[in-house]
């Protein structure tokens, strides 16, 4: 089976540098754009069903890649993004200012922190992987939309790589990692594929 890893587009939050977790933000117009050159494509790929966050900016991002897809969206509270507490909202100048301690110990280990209020990443890994595997058992092709901190702790989880480690597998909005699955194992094909969005950013 194939299991491609969508991030959502851009939202005006993602714009700002704002802590964007369960905040129900919308896509912005480039990220409408980045997900249409997404479902683009994504068109001749054979999925089979659709797995989405049940936040607007994944349910949006998912519903027009599955435009072309006969398929069922499904809605995955598992595949919601870190739940951010006390950050959410706050951009990246705030969080510097007011909470420069607990900054400088994420950035040191970030799997040795938990988010003031909010989650952390093993709880993050813990609730997606629940969702991941049992997508897995049904082995059908599947492409799952979700966020970047959540997407980043499942491909920690598939390539074994310890969640200290989760940047060196963040992905960027709108991209696309794509997994191979059969008889027991796994291959990342592809990582933080961006390639249909090089005339948006140039």
């Known amino acids: 089976m194939k299991l491609i890893l969508v991030r959502h587009g851009e939202t005006a939050w993602n ?3 704002r ?3 369960l905040a129900d933000i919308e896509l912005n117009e480039t990220g409408r754009r980045q997900i249409e050159r997404l479902a683009q494509d994504l068109k001749d790929e054979k999925i089979e069903v659709i797995y989405s966050s ?11 890649i599955g435009r072309f ?3 069922d969206i499904v809605l995955e509270d598992g595949l919601s993004e870190m739940n951010p507490g006390d950050f959410e909202g706050l951009t990246f100048h705030e969080l510097k200012n007011k909470f420069e301690p607990f900054l400088q110990q994420w950035l040191k280990d970030p799997a040795s922190v938990k988010m003031p209020g909010g989650e952390s990443l093993q709880e993050i890994q813990a609730r997606a992987w629940q969702v991941i595997d049992r997508i897995m058992q049904k082995a059908k092709n599947a492409l799952i939309v979700s966020h970047n901190f959540t997407l980043a702790a499942v491909i920690c ?5 310890s969640l200290s480690q989760f940047r060196s597998v963040s992905v960027a909005l709108a991209s696309k990692t794509v997994f191979d699955i059969f008889a ?6 592809l990582w933080n594929g961006r390639h249909h969005l090089h005339d948006l950013e140039n």
């Open 184 to 189: 027991g194992s796994t291959r990342m094909e």
């Open 69 to 71: 897809h006969r398929v």
């Open 157 to 161: 989880k598939m390539n074994n790589i």
């Open 19 to 21: 802590v964007q977790g």
């Open 15 to 17: 714009k700002e540098n």
């Open 54 to 64: 049940p936040i607007r900016r994944a349910c949006e991002s998912a519903c027009i």
